[in-house]
Each structure stands twice: as C-alpha cells, then as structure tokens.
C-alpha cells in the first residue's frame, strides 16, 4: 500500500486549529513512498532503525527533518549525529552521554526527548518519574557538561490496549510531568515537545495535550 495522502489531508484538516506536528513513521517502507509523502508536503520522517535511516538520508531531499524514535544504541549514535532532527527515545543519562559527544564532533547542538515509562505493561523502555527527575536536575545543575544536547520534551507511548481510560491516564500522566520540569530554567532545556500518539491512540494523546504525533500504519499502510 502508498502513501495515503487523503488521510494525510484529513488529519491536517482535523489539528488545523491546535498545533500538531505530524511525524511521518516510514521505518521499513520504501523509498518511493517517502518521496510520495515528500511531494504532499511531509518533512517530518520517523525512523526506528540506523542502517535504515542513514540509507535513506542520502537518498532524500536534504530539507527532510528525521526523526530518530527508535531505542538507540550508544555505539550507533555516530551514524545520525551529523544530520539527526530528533532523537526521541533517550531511555539512559549513559546514552545521553554518547550523543552530547558526538554532538560535539559534529559541531552541533543535538535535540533529544527523554522517554518515560508510562504504560503499566512492564516491556516498554523510558525513565520512571524518580529517575527521570533526578536526571533532569543533573542537567539543569549549572556545572552540567551537557553543552552540545538540549533536552526538548517528552516522549512515551501508551499500553496497547482497547481500553481508552487507562490509555488517556496514562497520556496525562506524561502531560503532567512535561508541565512541571517545562518551569525548570537552563540552558539545556527548552520544554517545548510533548510526542505522545500513534496511529492507534493518537486522538486520546492531543485531548491530553500532545503537540507532537509519530504516525505509520495509518499513514503508509500495515507493515504485514
Ligand atoms: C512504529 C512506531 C510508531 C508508529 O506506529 P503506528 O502504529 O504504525 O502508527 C510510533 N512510535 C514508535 C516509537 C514506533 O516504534
């Protein structure tokens, strides 16, 4: 299946009045269907895995913003640091650590989400409020080294489940969380991502204050 560009219009039609900025998830899609979605206007692409990413980069127009939203591993963050929009999935400070680095090679403030945990599933990656805190004070201590990452928001992803209460409670959850450390002032921090939603629960994740969506299936069709 391609691109689905009338539901593209669709949900832009839908967000027209509150500010959502649609990340378009192609990991494991072709080529031409990102270059289709290119052509209606999408910049924003998602990607979960480097190899994939990196191929596809050089392959795409440069004004392309990608979106890393994958679990990243220290010794891959080399490969996307040159070019990386947005890593979303920061789930460790020895990660964190790594991209700051490489950020600095490549001469470059890099943007980053720290991922919560806020599904009651156990499998999903992410900090837990306590360690998520204490990280957040670590950057925000004035000796912080940190100089080359800036810490843009939040990202989490709901439990798979028909069940729209514990899905919207745990969206809020999150909500919460980003409105408390966005009053928190340092230079490494600028609160302004909140990326919660997918295909599946992205209208429970705007009610509760998204401002950020990473959207495949629904966008470029299943991925069999
Ligand atoms: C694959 C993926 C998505 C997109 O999922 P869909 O259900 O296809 O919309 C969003 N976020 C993350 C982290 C993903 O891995």
């Known amino acids: 299946m391609a691109f689905q560009s009338e539901v593209y219009k669709e949900l832009l039609k839908e967000w027209s009045a509150v500010k959502v900025t649609l990340v378009a998830v192609s ?6 269907d990102l270059m289709e979605a290119y052509r209606e206007g999408v910049r924003d692409f998602g990607e ?16 392309i913003r990608w979106h890393f939203i994958g679990h990243l591993q ?4 080399k490969y996307i640091a040159p070019f990386v929009h ?11 650590v790594e991209i ?7 001469n470059r403030i890099i943007n980053c989400l720290l991922q919560v945990h806020i599904a009651e599933e156990e ?8 360690e998520l805190m204490d990280l957040i004070y670590d950057i925000a201590n004035p000796t912080s080294t940190l100089e080359n990452i800036r810490i843009c928001g939040l990202m989490g992803m709901a439990s798979f489940t028909d069940n729209i209460n514990e899905v919207s409670n745990e969206f809020k ?11 928190i002032k340092s230079p490494n921090l600028d609160f302004t991502v909140l990326s919660m ?14 401002n950020m969506v990473r959207i495949g299936s629904k966008l470029f069709g299943s991925r069999g």
């Open 48 to 63: 979960n895995y480097v190899q994939e990413l990196t191929d596809k980069q050089v392959k795409l127009p440069k004004d």
């Open 74 to 77: 220290s010794n891959k963050v």
């Open 123 to 130: 499998s999903k990656f992410g900090f837990d409020e306590d």
């Open 173 to 183: 959850s999150l909500r919460l969380l980003f409105d408390k450390i966005k009053s």
């Open 100 to 106: 700051n680095k490489e950020g600095k090679k490549n």
């Open 197 to 210: 939603g997918m295909s599946n629960d992205y209208p429970t994740a705007i009610q509760a204050g998204s």
């Open 27 to 32: 990991k494991t899609k072709p080529i031409e």
């Open 86 to 96: 947005l890593i979303h999935g920061i789930d460790s400070k020895k990660l964190l």
